[in-house]
Each structure stands twice: as structure tokens, then as C-alpha cells.
């Protein structure tokens, strides 16, 4: 009986989510140029990077693509440059926190202050936590969140100065709920979410209006990094799909993308009832 009278209680957020969602159907948000922005990638060799490059590449955007794999990132640009659109390649390991400052120097010095920041490169190991090396946790987050946190504090002060510029950051459904061996990643991908959280509410404390910041939460993606990925979160994504409501999302500055939809009302629920154990424990 308990479990109805909370489902019960939940209606009218899922009433007013569904709501929301139609009317938008009609009312679409409007999007913002990103025509002459410079845009930086990282890890954008490959899958999510690489086909958010090519959006941006029809979009007439700046291009600044950041991965550690030399001959996915050309092959990236090489696509883009024949979109039409001008291209500048780092390659950059996203692990190494000097070799990010490094290479956001010589971005600034040779092409300009980055406007819109997608910290998309990231890494994930599938096996339980003692069969999860030491060095493969430590790069998970190396790479899934504190990447985050150098590009940002590399990036952000021109954006702040301007009071113009978009930070986004590709996280996961894993990083809010969890999948059974993949600790590291799911753990990684909460903190991701949280770097984005507190610096969207950190942003606005500072009054710097100007600086938008989205959150890409999709469930598991084909892309090759996990074989037969499956949660109960709903199918396996295709690329294209995920990339196309990743740029809506960016173009009509949305602070989270849940791809599917239904992803946020599964979270809320999930959180409700963690809620009410911690209450009744």
C-alpha cells in the first residue's frame, strides 16, 4: 500500500513533465547561432566527439579537436575541413593534467579564447572492483572528471571575462544510477554530473549570465568502448541519435540532456525512494 501512496505522490511531477515535454512539441526553444565560435572537443577521434565535430563543422564553427589518438583526430578533421569548416588539431592525452594546461596555451596563443567547451573524452574498464586495476581507476578519473576540472579552469576565465561562452559536459545515465561492473566509470560519471551541477550553480552565485553550461546523460551508446552494453534504462543508443538531441540541447542551452526522456523520470523516482529508506532506516 505504501509503495501506491508514494507512486501516487510522484503523479504530479510526471503529469507536469509530460506537460512540459508536449507543449514543447509546438513551442520549440529558440536556437543560437554558433556561427565563427570556436569550439573545442576533446576526444573528439571517435564516436560522440567525432560526430558533434561534424555538427559543428555544418554550423560554420571554429574547430579546436583535442584526442590522444593521432590518426582518429585527423581523420575527424579531414571530414570537417570538407564541411567547410577551419579545423586545428592537438594531439592530447586527457589523462595528463600538464599536457592539457600545455595545450590549452598553445590553443590561446594560436587560435583564440575557446567560447564553447565539450569535455567529451572518456575512458571505461568493465570488470568487477578487484579485477579493476589501480591504474585503470585512477585514469577513469583522470580522464571522466578531472579533465574536466583543468580544461575548465583553462577556458572559463576568457568566457567569464566576456561574459560569453558554454561549457558541456558528457556524462551518463551511469551517473545517476549504477551498473554492476563498471564501478569506476559510474562513479567517475556521478562526479561528472556533480562537476556540472556545482558549476552551473557557482556560475549563476557569480552573477556570470552570459556562460551557459548543458549535460549530456544518455544510456549506454554503440560505440564500441562496451560489447553488448544493456541496463534497464531502455535500449542501446545509436550515435546519431545521442549527438542530434546533444546539439538541440547546446543550441537551445539546456542544463541536462537525458537521452532516452524517460531516463529523468526513472532518476526521480530512484532518489525518492532512496530518500525514504534513509527517512525509515
Known amino acids: 500500500m505504501k509503495f501506491f501512496l508514494d507512486i501516487l505522490r510522484l503523479l504530479p511531477l510526471l503529469i507536469f513533465c509530460s506537460l ?20 573545442l572537443i576533446t576526444g573528439a577521434g571517435h564516436g560522440i566527439g567525432r560526430l558533434t565535430a561534424f555538427e559543428f563543422a555544418k554550423l560554420k564553427s571554429k574547430l579546436v579537436l ?55 573524452a572518456g575512458v571505461v574498464y568493465t570488470s568487477d572492483l578487484f579485477a579493476t ?28 571575462k566576456n561574459n560569453h561562452g558554454h561549457i558541456v559536459t558528457v556524462a551518463s545515465a551511469a551517473g545517476h544510477t549504477v551498473v554492476p561492473f563498471l564501478l569506476a566509470y559510474c562513479s567517475s560519471k556521478f562526479a561528472a554530473v556533480g562537476f556540472h551541477r556545482a558549476l552551473t550553480d557557482e556560475l549563476a552565485a557569480l552573477k556570470t549570465t552570459g556562460v551557459k553550461t548543458t549535460c549530456l546523460c544518455p544510456n549506454f551508446i554503440n560505440t564500441g568502448f562496451i560489447k553488448n ?14 549527438v542530434n538531441r546533444l546539439m538541440n540541447g547546446i543550441l537551445t542551452e539546456q542544463k541536462m540532456i537525458f537521452v532516452p526522456s524517460s531516463i529523468a523520470f526513472l532518476t526521480i523516482l530512484e532518489s525518492h525512494f532512496v530518500c525514504q529508506c534513509v527517512r525509515e532506516g
Open 133 to 160: 586495476q589501480d591504474p585503470q581507476i585512477e585514469k577513469t578519473f583522470e580522464v571522466n572528471v578531472l579533465a574536466h576540472f583543468w580544461t575548465t579552469k583553462a577556458f572559463l576565465p576568457a568566457m567569464m
Open 229 to 242: 552494453p544493456s541496463t534497464s534504462l531502455g535500449p542501446t543508443l545509436e550515435p546519431e541519435e545521442v
Open 66 to 120: 583535442w584526442d590522444i589518438n593521432k590518426h582518429g583526430l585527423e581523420e575527424t578533421a579531414a571530414k570537417c575541413r570538407g564541411l567547410g569548416a577551419k579545423v586545428h588539431t592537438f594531439v592530447v592525452d586527457c589523462s595528463n593534467r600538464e599536457d592539457i594546461y600545455n595545450s590549452a596555451k598553445k590553443v590561446k596563443a594560436e587560435v583564440g579564447d575557446v567560447s564553447i567547451l565539450v569535455n567529451n
Open 20 to 39: 512540459e515535454s508536449f507543449v514543447k512539441l509546438f513551442i520549440p526553444k529558440r536556437r543560437k547561432s554558433v556561427t565563427g565560435e570556436i569550439v
